[in-house]
């Protein structure tokens, strides 16, 4: 997909110095960042409902379940490996 983005010209200097050392395509790096990005971001969204989950005055039991919920709802492909 190609689109048009507009960014400051320090980012963009920044961004070229970094692609020239990586050596990969300005679109690599873009994709690279985004990902880091929204995984970061997500990560942060399931840290707030956990948290949000802790806070609201439920029993330790009430909030596992609501936790455990949340997991099944959002992340139906999340594996949790015992260590």
């Given at each position: 997909?190609?689109?048009?983005?507009?960014?400051?010209?320090?980012?963009?200097?920044?961004a070229f110095t970094l692609?020239?050392?990586?050596?990969?395509?300005?679109?690599?790096?873009?994709?690279?960042?985004?990902?880091?990005?929204?995984?970061?971001?997500?990560?942060?969204?399931?840290?707030?409902?956990?948290?949000?989950?802790?806070?609201?005055?439920?029993?330790?039991?009430?909030?596992?379940?609501?936790?455990?919920?949340?997991?099944?709802?959002n992340y139906p492909t999340?594996?949790?490996?015992?260590?």
């Open positions: 997909m190609v689109q048009e983005i507009s960014i400051p010209d320090s980012l963009y200097e920044q692609v020239r050392e990586m050596q990969i395509s300005p679109s690599d790096l873009f994709s690279l960042a985004l990902k880091d990005y929204l995984r970061r971001h997500h990560s942060q969204k399931l840290l707030q409902s956990i948290n949000d989950a802790c806070v609201d005055g439920l029993d330790e039991n009430e909030q596992v379940k609501r936790y455990a919920q949340f997991v099944i709802r999340f594996i949790i490996r015992n260590s």
